[in-house]
């Protein structure tokens, strides 16, 4: 019996996750570095933060995900622990601003990172999750080393750093530059560690190497349209949204919404008894 091969993918709905993925808009690293690539290597670029510019992204991206619904799907908005990234994500995705006589710690002091913006608070939004494994390429350009932990955490309180390991940027080196394949295999790892969280709508603000070599490893199986759908290059402050699949039982979810469509033994020999009864 000959069958046709389906062209579609079909998944079971507990083996899938939605992941928006975000890359941090405008940082003052890439205005002089577009014109000169050399330019990423100045110090005064240290962990870079977002330009007058990137704040105005922020803020109609900010608009665009209240306005199509997104804000309120999203159960965790998982971020890298630099300056334009954390930046980005309270921005887009965080409370109102902050006012007077609210006892909770906001996601981001006033005027972080000399950007006159005020605090923004922690109200009403998902939690937010530092994760190290999504970072820029590391190494050579002071736009991609950290600062410490320490000073994150007074900059941005309500963000949760408990998965970053070492307080001081262990992970930058000065003299080696990570290459593309490296961070691909770490982008995958990241990618297949989702799978550990219970959330199933995400959002992940990341940089433009991390996101175009991790996604490369993706969509080798489909449409080559469809694999440039999902592989091309990030703007500032642009949002692609995806499904991700487990093919390989990585995750150990059920469904909670399957129904097996009969009842158990047990259940039938009590609607009897109850039938007998009534009769």
């Known amino acids: 019996m000959n069958m046709d091969v389906a062209q579609s993918g079909l998944f079971p709905l507990q083996r899938c996750k939605i992941v928006h993925l975000l890359r941090h808009a405008q940082g003052i690293h890439n205005v002089e570095g577009e014109k000169d690539h050399s330019a990423y290597m100045s110090p005064e670029f240290f962990d870079a933060h977002l330009t007058p510019l990137g704040w105005n992204q922020v803020d109609n991206l900010r608009k665009q995900v209240k306005a199509c619904g997104l ?9 890298s622990p630099l300056l334009r990234t954390m ?14 006589g609210v006892n909770i710690p906001p996601l ?10 005020p605090a923004i608070s922690s109200l009403n939004c998902p939690p937010f999750l530092a994760v190290e494994r999504c970072r820029e390429r590391l190494g050579v350009n002071p736009c991609d080393k950290r600062r410490s932990i320490s000073e994150c955490q007074q900059l941005f ?10 307080d001081e940027d262990v992970l930058w080196k000065a003299d080696v530059r990570e290459a593309n394949e490296e961070i ?10 989702l799978w550990t969280r219970k959330e199933k709508e ?3 603000v990341s940089h433009s190497a991390f996101l175009f070599y991790t996604l490369q490893a993706f969509g080798g199986d489909c ?33 909670s919404c399957n129904y097996p469509g009969k009842i ?16």
């Open 223 to 255: 449409h080559p349209i469809v694999k440039e759908e999902i592989s091309r290059y990030f703007g500032n402050c642009e949002l692609r949204s995806m499904v991700l699949v487990d093919r390989s039982l990585l995750g150990s979810e059920t469904s």
């Open 71 to 79: 804000s309120g799907k999203i159960e965790l908005v998982i971020t």
């Open 202 to 204: 995400i959002a992940i």
């Open 87 to 100: 930046q980005t994500a309270v921005g887009v995705f965080g409370g109102e601003s902050c006012t007077d």
């Open 157 to 166: 309180p309500a963000i949760d750093f408990s998965l970053v390991e070492n």
């Open 184 to 193: 691909a295999a770490r982008g995958v790892k990241f990618i297949d560690w």
């Open 264 to 279: 158990s033994h047990a259940d039938e020999k009590l609607a009897r008894k109850e039938k007998t009864y009534l009769n």
């Open 108 to 117: 981001m002091v006033e005027n972080t990172g000399h950007s006159g913006r």
